[in-house]
Structure formats: C-alpha cells, structure tokens
C-alpha cells in the first residue's frame, strides 16, 4: 500500500467526530483514485463516489443533487458519518460558492458529513479555495511518486526511475518502449494539457503553450531567458504570455519555471527561469533514444540525473513547503537552493566530475547557509539522495 503519509492523514481526519472539507490536488495519474478506494476499504461507514469529469461545466445543480443524495443516505444509514468523495471537482463552474452554501447548510443542521473534494489543475481549485471556502477546509498536495515508492512498489533502479519517471499506470510497458512513449504522449501529457488547462482556462495561443512546453522539456534543468525561449518559438508572442502558460504548466504538474535566488522578491521574479519537469517521463517520452542508448551517452544522462534530483526537489516542495530556486551570479552558479522558514541549504549536482565548484563557493560566502551539499561524484550519491526527503534537510 503506497502513499501511506497521505493515507494515514486521511484515516486520522476520518475518525473525527465531526464534519470536514478534505482536498486533494496533484496530476493526474499520480493515485489519487487509487488513494480513496484504499481509504474506503478501511473505513467502517457508507460513502458516495462520483467524478465530475463528464458532467457539463454550467451544470451547477449537479452538486447539490449528489450532495442532497448524500445527506438522504446519511439519515437513513446506522452510521452518523458519511463520505461523500467529487472527483474532478474545477471542472464545475462556481463550484466552491455551492459547496461553501452546503457546506453552511450542514453547519447550522450539525450534519457530520464528511466531503473529500480532489482535483488535477492545481490553480483552480486554490482559486476557489482562497476566495470561498477559507476557514472550512483543508488541502493537501498528491505529488508524483518517489523514487522510494517506484522502488518498493515495482522494483526499480535508480536509473529506470531516472529514465521512466514515475506514473505508476505506465510501469507495464516500460519493456516495450515505443507503446510508453505514445501512452505517456497521448494518455498523459496530451490529456493534462487539453483538460486541465485548455477547457479550464482561456488559451489565446494554444498552440505556443504546447511548443512551450515541448521547448521546457528539451531544456529541463536549464537556465534559458524568455527573450531566448521567443527566439525559437515560431509564434513568439511576448514575455507576460511565456510567464503566465509557464504557470499553468506549473500548476498542472507537469512544467516548473524555478525562480532564481536573491535577497528580494522583485529580482527573484524578474529573473529567467530554469525550466523543470514534475516528471522525467515527460522529457523521455519526447526524446528519440531507447533506455539502454541514453545510458551510453554520458552528458545527455547526466542532464537527465539532473532534472530528476530537481524534479525530486520540485514534488517535495509542493508537499512539504518549501521554496526551490536556481542561484547564479556573474559567471559562478549553484544548482539549487532551497528556502524554508528562514533556513537556506544550497545544493551542488555533479555527474561527470568530483570538483567543488566555484559557485558553491562563492554562495556560501555570499550567504552563509545553514548547509551547501554535493550531490553526485565526490558527495553524497545521486541514488542515494533521491531516496531521501529533502524537508529532512531543514
């Protein structure tokens, strides 16, 4: 049984006396069906589960007739609990203004039922959260799986996971690599664009998101200015419609833009991000080469270990809150730097060489942190730091 912390936290919440909003946002493909079919089977009360994938979007009565269906079952039930689960729940227009109306509702009746609301666009549902229902609920961030879990759930090498990334639907047909690729193209990264950002939000350049996102990938782990990325996109569009897709590829999981480090938050977002996928399947995918050719080629693996230790640092920051940046300065730069509650910890990613560099250097002269940490030939092994919580490191 994976994901225990999350599922633990559920089972926890579930054994309160009391009602609840519990949400659950991270990509899709990550488990968070699998999560609640796990928690149903060890609770001991009735519960509703439906999904409002398919549900038009103006369709704002078909929350309050699941919800009323919900109650209905409650009074009737020997139970006083119930749990009513909304898949999919940023699909529905204005839904938190109807689920903070039932929810009130339920709150003046002393009704204890309990509501699990999960989604995959990250933006939407903070959206609705922040503007309706603050106060009432609680959310929690469903990252892509770690190493760790590949490992224990499927037995995968330090490398597979490196290479394949970490969907969990798509580890059967890592052996046949060409019917990976087209499942992770089509069924992942296609269906996440088209889904949570195409139908949720409005797009003036569809077609740009995408070549920006393929563009993101192919440079993942690397520092590339918008006035470059423009350079080799045939639409250009302008710098504010790079910046604001880069953010719904964020918030969708699947493309980061890490901010650089400085001493102000104006500079921090001034600055040219480092592109970051969420998960290296979706740089493999995209790429021509096999497993067993990627190996051979020293450099190109190399940026691939790289973006997975940043991926790895992108997935936990979201989970435990943490900042993640890039530093450089003149001609010295440090691969990450992480930021929390004051406490800044620099980290340093060598593959193909055991110096120190001068940009670890010159950052901890420059800042003094609480930690700097050389991940790879002549630090701690790249293998062995993916196997670790970085929120540990604080």
């Known amino acids: ?138 959310s929690t961030y469903v990252a892509h799986w770690s190493f760790s879990e590949m490992e224990e759930a499927f037995g995968f090498t330090a490398e597979q996971y490196v290479w394949f990334g970490a969907y969990p639907g798509s580890v059967s047909l890592i052996n046949d690599e060409e019917r990976w690729k087209n499942y992770v193209n089509n069924a992942l990264i296609e269906t996440s664009i088209s889904k949570d950002i195409l139908m949720l939000t409005r797009i003036d350049k569809p077609a740009l998101m995408k070549r920006l996102f393929e563009l993101g990938c192919l440079y993942s782990g690397q520092i590339l200015s918008y006035t470059k990325v423009m350079g080799q996109l045939q639409d250009a569009g302008n710098t504010t419609t790079l910046s604001n897709y880069l953010d719904l590829l964020d918030t969708a999981g699947l493309l980061a833009g890490i901010e650089k480090y400085a001493a102000d938050v104006i500079r921090k977002r001034s600055s040219s991000p480092k592109f970051q996928v969420h998960n290296n399947a979706l740089i493999s995918a995209q790429r021509i080469e096999y497993f067993d050719e990627i190996l051979k080629n020293k450099e190109e693996w190399g940026r691939m270990v790289e973006s997975s230790i940043g991926s790895h640092l992108v997935n936990s920051g979201l989970t435990h809150n943490f900042k993640v940046y890039y530093w450089r300065h003149r001609n010295e730069e440090l691969d990450f730097v992480l930021e929390k509650r004051g406490k800044v910890i620099g980290l340093e990613v060598k593959t193909n060489n055991t110096k120190i560099t001068n940009g670890m250097n010159a950052f901890n002269k420059m800042y003094h942190p609480d930690k700097v940490l050389m991940i790879g030939n002549g630090g701690l092994p790249w293998q062995e730091f993916l196997k670790l919580n970085p929120n540990d490191l604080f």
């Open 1 to 138: 049984m994976f994901q225990r912390a999350y599922l633990e936290k559920l089972i926890t919440r579930m054994n309160e006396p009391r009602q609840f909003i519990q949400v659950l946002m991270g990509p899709r493909q990550v488990g968070k069906t699998t999560l609640i079919e796990q928690l149903t089977t060890q609770i001991g009360y009735p519960y509703i589960f439906e999904s409002a994938d398919a549900v038009p979007a103006s369709d704002q009565t078909w929350i309050s007739a699941l919800w009323e269906k919900a109650r209905l079952l409650n009074s009737n039930a020997e139970s006083q609990d119930f749990l009513l689960v909304i898949d999919e729940i940023q699909k529905i227009d204005n839904w938190s203004e109807i689920v903070k109306k039932l929810w009130d509702e339920d709150t003046k009746n002393k009704l204890r039922l309990k509501v699990i609301l999960l989604g995959s666009s990250r933006l939407l549902l903070q959206q609705g959260l922040t503007e309706s229902l603050a106060g009432r609920f609680e």
